[in-house]
Structure formats: C-alpha cells, structure tokens
T-cell receptor, first 114, second 116 residues
Framework: AQSVTQPDIHITVSEGASLELRCNYS??????LFWYVQSPGQGLQLLLK??????LVQGIKGFEAEFKRSQSSFNLRKPSVHWSDAAEYFC????????????FGKGTHLIIQP | DTEVTQTPKHLVMGMTNKKSLKCEQH?????MYWYKQKAKKPPELMFV???????INESVPSRFSPECPNSSLLNLHLHALQPEDSALYLC???????????????FGPGTRLTVL
C-alpha cells in the first residue's frame, strides 16, 4: 500500500544542536516530496520540495533535505536549531502530480531544550 | 507572494446553524483545496477544485458543501454539523498543472471550527 512514514512522533533537541527528521515513502515511482512546518494553531508553511534533479535540496529557515531513492527516504536536516524551530513537521507526497491532494505523514513534534 | 487568506479565524456554531468558511488567493492559481485537520493529526484532503470545477471529493458528508465562485475564491458551506466535525479547516492553492507534472500547494492559516 502507498504510504508516508515519519517514524518519530516526538524529537527533543537542545538549542544549537543539529537536527534530522526522518521520512520514508512507499510508492511505485518517485513521488513529488515536500516538507511543511506547522506552529500551534497555524497553517502549514512550505519548507522545501523535491521534484527531480539534485538530490540535496535547500529550503527556508536554514533547512535542507536529501532524497535517497535506494532508501525511499527524504530526511530533513538543520545544522543548528533555534528555539523558534519548535513546531510540528510534516512530510508529504504527491504521488501522481497535477492538482490532486497531498498525502501526509503523521508528523513529528519537535521540542527544543534550552 | 504566496499568501492564502482564510476567514474567519475562529468559528463556533451549533448543530442547527448554517455557516460558511471563505478562502481567497491572488496568485493566479487555478487549483484550490480544502483539508480537515483534527488535533494532533495530519491534514486530510476533503475537496479539490481545478479550474473552478470540482475534481475530487473524498467521500465527504453532504453537510459540507464546497463552492468555487471564481478562480480566486473558495467557500465551504456548513450545515447541520456534528460535534465530531470540530477541527482546523485548511485551504490551499496551487498553480493547477495537469497531468503528472509537479504542483506545489500553499496553505492558508486555517479556520478553527467548534461545533457545540
């Protein structure tokens, strides 16, 4: 079955430390991949996306993600987190392209320790 | 500018009320979406409009009625809702490319709906 998995429900990181959030997908072909961030009670903000080409993509707020076809993964990274990065992070896929819906992972809640 | 606006921010309604949620974008996007998000859950797709025509309805109950009066505006009409319909309702828009080409969705801030 097609799915998006974010294995970590919660992650706690100290401020200034590095961060990696995991995302795995299960689709027949390479889907279009996205990372969104959601602060409490807010909408979703697009951090970055992968469509094709260079497998390391840069996003906003210092985030990057690496697409690894062999591992069906699209992990999000940041070298040094800030307290303002505390939020819910969603990995999403669009398996078919075009104007159809996104399928989201269950999300990872990021907690930043001072 | 990638702004999608939604009104109202908060809405409280009784089960017999009729209300509407509004979503607007001025990016020239031709696809618009409604998602429902329950607390501590990911968004779930409800409807997709492409070029002002309903293209996807994810088996949503008829008490939710979408409307796309023009390419910039998307409404969600609510009637006879149940308490379990309380959620954050998110609107999104995208260019609306056809076929298997990539399309990026931009989300609004959402409307927090409480049904009493």
């Amino acid at each position: 079955a097609q799915s998006v998995t974010q294995p970590d429900i919660h992650i706690t990181v100290s401020e200034g430390a590095s961060l990696e959030l995991r995302c795995n997908y299960s689709y027949g072909a390479t889907p279009y991949l996205f990372w969104y961030v959601q602060s409490p009670g807010q909408g979703l903000q697009l951090l970055l996306k992968y469509f094709s080409g260079d497998t390391l993509v840069q996003g906003i707020k210092g985030f990057e993600a690496e697409f690894k076809r062999s591992q069906s993964s699209f992990n999000l990274r940041k070298p040094s987190v800030h307290w303002s990065d505390a939020a819910e992070y969603f990995c999403a896929v669009d398996p078919g392209g075009g104007a159809d819906g996104l399928t989201f992972g269950k999300g990872t809640h990021l907690i930043i320790q001072p | 500018d990638t702004e999608v606006t939604q009104t109202p921010k908060h809405l409280v309604m009784g089960m017999t009320n009729k209300k509407s949620l509004k979503c607007e974008q001025h990016m020239g996007h031709r696809a618009m979406y409604w998602y429902k998000q329950k607390a501590k859950k990911p968004p779930e797709l409800m409807f997709v409009y492409s070029y002002e025509k309903l293209s996807i309805n994810e088996s949503v109950p008829s008490r939710f009625s979408p409307e796309c009066p023009n390419s910039s505006l998307l409404n969600l009409h609510l009637h006879a809702l149940q308490p379990e319909d309380s959620a954050l309702y998110l609107c999104a828009s995208s260019q609306g490319v056809s076929g298997s080409f990539a399309d990026t969705q931009y989300f609004g801030p959402g409307t927090r709906l409480t049904v009493l």
